[in-house]
């Protein structure tokens, strides 16, 4: 999958995961951070974040210094997907 699509489609899931109805895809930025200042979202968020990478790509993040550096912006999670997301 082109990286594009896939920063696209990350999009929507995490307004479908986290149930965020009052935003678009093309409210989020590709390199707005997710978190604080950002999109605002918080620790639970990173948890279903965490949960949408398992259930959808097959990526299993235990180690939370991981999962603080794969969860910076939607580029950093595109990027972590196409490395590690099982085929």
Request: hydrophobic share 40%.
């Amino acid at each position: 999958m082109e990286i594009t699509d896939l920063k696209e489609k990350l999009k929507v899931q995490i307004i479908q995961f986290l149930n965020l109805t009052d935003l678009t895809p093309a409210d989020i930025k590709d390199d707005e951070p997710l978190f604080g200042d950002g999109l605002g979202l918080d620790s639970i968020d990173s948890l279903e974040l965490i949960v949408l990478l398992k259930r959808e790509y097959g990526i299993n993040i235990q180690d939370p210094k991981e999962g603080r550096k794969v969860l910076i912006d939607i580029n950093t999670m595109a990027a972590y997907i196409q490395q590690h997301a099982q085929k």
